[in-house]
Nanobody
Framework: QVQLVESGGGLVQPGGSLRLSCAAS????????MSWYRQVPGKEREWVAS?????EDRFTISRDNAKNTVYLQMNSLKPEDTAVYYC?????????WGQGTQVTVSS
């Protein structure tokens, strides 16, 4: 079975940084692209980053195929970045989402 597990979220002050992780299992991780999305209650889920692209220059996606893990480095965080962040995979058998990790940017 496919499983995506996010971690690394939490409370951070404005201007701070976080690195989110997504550990994947149940498919050939190195063969597929991965993405990050985020969602605020009452709003649509929003694309954040895929390989070589992101919603903001201060967000950077990377991966370690040996560890079956994809990362999202977030710098210069702002209160409007507060959301639940989700890992996403599209494979030949379907599309999959993790359960999400909460990021809160506040003083």
């Amino acid at each position: 079975q496919v499983q995506l597990v996010e971690s690394g979220g939490g409370l951070v002050q404005p201007g701070g940084s976080l690195r989110l992780s997504c550990a994947a299992s149940g498919f050939t991780f190195s063969s597929y692209a991965m993405s990050w999305y985020r969602q605020v209650p009452g709003k649509e889920r929003e694309w954040v980053a895929s390989y070589a692209d992101s919603i903001e220059d201060r967000f950077t996606i990377s991966r370690d195929n040996a560890k079956n893990t994809v990362y999202l480095q977030m710098n210069s965080l702002k209160p409007e970045d507060t959301a639940v962040y989700y890992c996403y995979a599209r494979t030949v058998r379907g599309e999959y989402w993790g359960q999400g990790t909460q990021v809160t940017v506040s003083s």
